[in-house]
């Protein structure tokens, strides 16, 4: 038997192999998407955190205001440096899980074991927090606090 393939009753699927690129590509995609959709409320969350004049009433009227003012594209300002993030944070997470995964199972079944599974995905977590997600919140705030003092 293949390694990767599980040999447990006919009821369960046989385990594919995907290589760990694949996962890391899928993640890079899954990233992409979810800052497209994400980025129309972080920009309206942006703009409401900031409004020290009570411009905006709301979620929805300011949704309506940025629409109405500076047209639907504005809903995706800095859409760039958000999808860049969420693309490799995604990348890294999905790739690094799959290889610790690759690294952790059983050499003479392929079988995967469950504490095997938390730790390739506590590892991830980990090379994720600390490669990607601490440094881009550090320039973040970084940014922003520089923006209120002004």
């Known amino acids: 038997m293949a390694p990767y393939e599980s040999s447990s009753s006919s009821s369960n699927p046989k385990e594919v192999f995907i290589p760990s690129y694949v996962k890391a590509i899928s993640g890079s995609l899954g990233g992409l998407v979810e800052a ?3 980025q129309p409320i ?4 942006t703009r409401l955190q900031l409004d020290r004049s009570g411009y905006y009433k ?3 009227d300011c949704g309506v205001k940025i629409v109405k003012d ?3 594209r504005a809903l995706w300002k800095g859409l760039t440096p958000f999808a860049t993030h969420l693309t490799l944070k995604y990348t890294l997470r999905m790739g690094s899980n799959a290889v610790l995964q690759k690294h952790l199972r059983d050499p003479g079944t392929g079988e ?5 599974r938390l730790i390739s995905g506590f ?5 994720e927090a600390i490669i990607i997600v601490t440094p881009f919140e550090v320039h973040v705030f970084g940014f922003l606090g520089i923006q ?3």
């Not at 590892?123 to 090379?127: D, E, P, Q, S, T």
């Open 42 to 45: 972080d920009v309206i969350k």
């Open 148 to 150: 209120f003092i002004h």
């Open 58 to 60: 709301g979620i929805v």
């Open 123 to 127: 590892g991830a977590g980990v090379l």
């Open 36 to 38: 497209c959709c994400l």
């Open 112 to 116: 995967l074991s469950n504490s095997a």
């Open 70 to 72: 500076e047209g639907v």
